[in-house]
């Protein structure tokens, strides 16, 4: 008999997709000892906060969710466990302050999950942080049954001046070439999306050289991938062998993510990044010229220390030369332990805020533009779902990614989530397109 037997689980996950992994590996835990889980959180007896700690404003939100959980006493809760990123980086500070937790873990502490519950209720609060074996536990997905991450390394070192996740995560390091495809396989009929905290890096450091093109060959070479997506790919590594896959291989996306985060030289050398505006611009025509058609998604950070009116308009000239397919634009945020941290010349809140307004209505132009130029076309989706409040199915097009592109919105007799369709733009925005399929009437 376990202290377990009998207890519902429940989990909030806070985050990236990478996070969202990690999260799926505890429920997986859970699930293959034969516990109940629950989606809503007023059923648990025991409820798992899983944490993003990469900015203040996550860092914040993970606390406020752990004080909203822990009003859930009084009920059903007995056992509220924090994990993830927060308490991996600041376990010291948590602990004794954050007393509404009973369970610390960290992000590779997935396999001493039960321990670590089973402990507390014994002896009270615990911290397991670092006390695990980082392993590729079995996962309860958590995404809709069509797609699927797949988290092919985890730790960074890139060491961008802004950026904590060294120090959260540690260093670089890829899952063995095996356990990943095994893992794919296990996923169901998918469409994979690969993550880390860079791709591009993959197997260099387990097997001396990089093996994310062949990683991809292989996956896709499985009967139930059926499409591969691609994200984080940093530019300086994307190489002609990766751009040959993503020409060739007809199960990956033409589409690809490219964390670029600025364009101008200065401010690009001050964030450690190893790029130049001239480099970043021929990368994108050398990909289009491979994969027409392509769609290239980035991201962005305004407001750097230093950064001056003249340099967030060349960042946003250099928007309207290249033409992202999809954006996303942050204002920075200054983290204690970095680099940039130290840096003088920080720039207002209201400034960094005014910035990120700009970018957007710059990137909104073009997107506009761009959807537009679908209109009166025929695409291919999948459709995601159905939206009530419109009345309308949910799609996405190939240059699209789950969760931080645009939709497709679209009327048909009928559709399946996970089936793909043909359908006909009849309409756009700067965001999403409108369309419907040729047998709607």
């Given at each position: 008999?376990?202290?377990?037997?009998?207890?519902?689980?429940?989990?909030?996950?806070?985050?990236?997709?990478?996070?969202?992994?990690?999260?799926?590996?505890?429920?997986?835990?859970?699930?293959?000892?034969?516990?109940?889980?629950?989606?809503?959180?007023?059923?648990?007896?025991?409820?798992?906060?899983?944490?993003?700690?990469?900015?203040?404003?996550?860092?914040?939100?993970?606390?406020?969710?752990?004080?909203?959980?822990?009003?859930?006493?009084?009920?059903?809760?007995?056992?509220?466990?924090?994990?993830?990123?927060?308490?991996?980086?600041?376990?010291?500070?948590?602990?004794?302050s954050?007393?509404?937790?009973?369970?610390?873990?960290?992000?590779?502490?997935?396999?001493?999950?039960l321990?670590?519950?089973?402990?507390s209720?014994?002896?009270?609060?615990v911290?397991?942080?670092?006390?695990?074996?980082?392993?590729?536990?079995?996962?309860?997905?958590?995404?809709?049954?069509?797609?699927?991450?797949?988290?092919?390394?985890?730790?960074?070192?890139?060491?961008?001046?802004?950026?904590?996740i060294?120090k959260?995560?540690?260093?670089?390091?890829?899952?063995?070439?095996?356990?990943?495809?095994?893992?794919?396989?296990?996923?169901?009929?998918?469409?994979?999306?690969?993550?880390?905290?860079?791709?591009?890096?993959?197997?260099?450091?387990?097997?001396?050289?990089?093996?994310?093109?062949?990683?991809?060959?292989?996956?896709?070479?499985?009967?139930?991938?059926?499409?591969?997506?691609?994200?984080?790919?940093?530019?300086?590594?994307?190489?002609?062998?990766?751009?040959?896959?993503?020409?060739?291989?007809?199960?990956?996306?033409?589409?690809?993510?490219?964390?670029?985060?600025?364009?101008?030289?200065?401010?690009?050398?001050?964030?450690?990044?190893?790029?130049?505006?001239?480099?970043?611009?021929?990368?994108?025509?050398?990909l289009?010229?491979?994969?027409?058609?392509?769609a290239?998604?980035?991201?962005?950070?305004?407001?750097?220390?230093?950064?001056?009116?003249?340099?967030?308009?060349?960042?946003?000239?250099?928007l309207?030369?290249?033409?992202?397919?999809?954006?996303?634009?942050?204002?920075?945020?200054?983290?204690?332990?970095?680099?940039?941290?130290?840096?003088?010349?920080?720039?207002?809140?209201?400034?960094?805020?005014?910035?990120?307004?700009?970018?957007?209505?710059?990137?909104?132009?073009?997107?506009?533009?761009?959807l537009?130029?679908w209109?009166?076309?025929?695409?291919?989706?999948?459709?995601?779902?159905?939206?009530?409040?419109?009345?309308?199915?949910?799609?996405?097009?190939?240059?699209?990614?789950?969760?931080?592109?645009?939709?497709?919105?679209?009327?048909?007799?009928?559709?399946?989530?996970?089936?793909?369709?043909?359908?006909?733009?009849?309409?756009?925005?700067?965001?999403?397109?409108?369309?419907?399929?040729?047998?709607?009437?």
């Amino acid at each position: 008999m376990s202290v377990l037997d009998g207890k519902k689980f429940g989990l909030i996950s806070l985050g990236c997709d990478k996070n969202r992994v990690d999260a799926e590996r505890l429920l997986g835990c859970i699930r293959g000892r034969g516990y109940p889980i629950t989606d809503d959180i007023k059923e648990a007896n025991v409820l798992i906060v899983n944490t993003c700690a990469f900015l203040n404003d996550a860092r914040k939100e993970a606390i406020d969710t752990v004080l909203e959980c822990d009003a859930c006493r009084g009920g059903n809760l007995e056992k509220l466990v924090v994990s993830g990123c927060l308490p991996q980086k600041y376990i010291g500070e948590l602990f004794p302050s954050l007393t509404e937790a009973d369970v610390f873990l960290g992000t590779g502490d997935a396999d001493v999950l039960l321990e670590a519950v089973e402990r507390s209720y014994a002896e009270g609060r615990v911290n397991f942080v670092g006390k695990g074996k980082e392993k590729m536990e079995p996962r309860v997905v958590t995404t809709p049954l069509h797609y699927a991450y797949l988290k092919i390394a985890d730790g960074c070192n890139n060491f961008c001046t802004y950026c904590l996740i060294p120090k959260i995560r540690g260093k670089y390091r890829s899952y063995p070439f095996g356990d990943l495809l095994q893992e794919a396989e296990s996923l169901g009929d998918v469409e994979l999306i690969l993550v880390a905290q860079d791709t591009t890096r993959y197997g260099i450091d387990l097997y001396g050289k990089k093996r994310f093109a062949e990683l991809i060959r292989a996956l896709s070479s499985l009967e139930n991938v059926q499409s591969i997506r691609l994200l984080y790919c940093y530019p300086e590594a994307i190489d002609d062998e990766l751009i040959a896959e993503i020409k060739n291989n007809r199960k990956v996306a033409k589409y690809i993510d490219i964390p670029l985060q600025h364009s101008e030289d200065r401010i690009l050398k001050l964030m450690n990044r190893r790029g130049s505006r001239a480099e970043y611009l021929h990368l994108i025509e050398k990909l289009r010229g491979a994969v027409p058609g392509i769609a290239i998604r980035s991201t962005f950070i305004a407001g750097f220390p230093t950064e001056t009116e003249e340099e967030v308009a060349a960042l946003g000239e250099f928007l309207r030369e290249a033409k992202l397919t999809n954006c996303g634009f942050f204002a920075y945020s200054r983290e204690p332990e970095t680099a940039a941290y130290r840096l003088k010349g920080q720039i207002p809140e209201r400034v960094k805020q005014r910035r990120v307004r700009e970018l957007y209505r710059v990137q909104e132009e073009i997107s506009a533009s761009y959807l537009q130029g679908w209109v009166g076309k025929k695409i291919e989706v999948v459709c995601d779902g159905i939206d009530y409040e419109r009345g309308l199915f949910v799609g996405r097009a190939y240059f699209s990614a789950p969760e931080i592109d645009g939709k497709v919105y679209f009327n048909a007799p009928e559709a399946c989530q996970g089936e793909r369709y043909t359908v006909l733009v009849t309409g756009s925005d700067s965001y999403d397109l409108f369309a419907r399929t040729e047998d709607f009437e």
